[in-house]
């Protein structure tokens, strides 16, 4: 089926570091979701985006929608131990009927602790 | 947010038998459920979406015949693996969500691991 190209795919943090992770699609979405999931876990929400170009934030947390409707980034500042896990985007676009479409996830990016 | 909860959360059975797994909303009426497949180190794949008291409709490459989607009521959904097989173990995942609701009022369950052997 569709999916997103999320980058980096993994990526080891040290703690107090900044991340930037981003998701790009050839479609266009209505709706862009970041979900954090840990393992034997499923996705949690942690931001949804619904406007074009909309910046928003969640504590440490900062995900925008970008102004094409094609792409997305989530940024985590200061990092710390338990933002450990793998980070899925998912977009939402329209059904030609007009109803929802259904959530398309992007490959995920493992965030790992430096050795 | 809402909860979700899947029962049970583990099960190994052996090669041929058939396998339920349940999905319900605890606290909302879910008039629309999913249900997802995720293989190790692999993304989240919708196997197919149910809306209570219709059928279910399946993604293209899933077998409906194999996976039976009952959702009888707007709190539960139940997704039987018939003869299973060692390639069907996996992690699957449930989500809820109202009708008309936006993105991000579908709740994700804590998902199944399921061991075929």
């Known amino acids: 089926g569709q999916q997103l190209n999320q980058n980096p795919q993994s990526m080891f943090i040290q703690e107090g570091e900044d991340v930037s992770m981003n998701c790009t699609s050839s479609s266009i979405f209505n709706t862009w979701l970041w979900y954090k999931q840990d393992p034997g876990e499923g996705p949690v929400l942690l931001i949804a985006?619904?406007?074009?170009?909309e910046l928003t934030s969640n504590g440490r947390l900062t995900a925008q929608f970008g102004i094409t409707r094609k792409d997305s980034f989530l940024n985590i500042s200061a990092s710390i131990p338990s933002d450990v896990g793998i980070y899925f985007c998912?977009?939402?676009?329209?059904?030609?009927?007009?109803?929802?479409?259904?959530?398309?996830f992007g490959k995920g990016t493992k965030l790992s602790v430096k050795p | 947010g809402a909860v979700v909860s899947q029962h049970p959360s583990r099960v190994i059975c052996k090669s041929g038998t058939s396998v339920k797994i349940e999905c319900r909303s605890l606290?909302?009426?879910?008039?629309?459920m999913f249900w997802y497949r995720q293989f190790p180190k692999q993304s989240l794949m919708l196997m197919a979406t149910s809306n209570e008291g219709s059928k279910a409709t399946y993604e293209q490459g899933v077998e409906k015949d194999k996976f039976l989607i009952n959702h009888a009521s707007l709190t539960l959904s139940t997704l039987t693996v018939t003869s299973a097989h060692p390639e069907d173990s996996s992690f699957y995942i449930c989500?809820?969500?109202?009708?008309?609701?936006?993105?991000?009022?579908?709740?994700f369950g804590p998902g199944t691991r399921l061991t075929v052997l």
């Open positions: 998912a977009g939402q676009g329209m059904n030609y009927g007009g109803s929802q479409g259904n959530l398309i």
């Open positions: 985006l619904y406007k074009a170009g």
């Open positions: 989500s809820a969500r109202t009708s008309g609701g936006r993105a991000d009022t579908q709740y």
């Open positions: 606290d909302f009426q879910a008039t629309t």
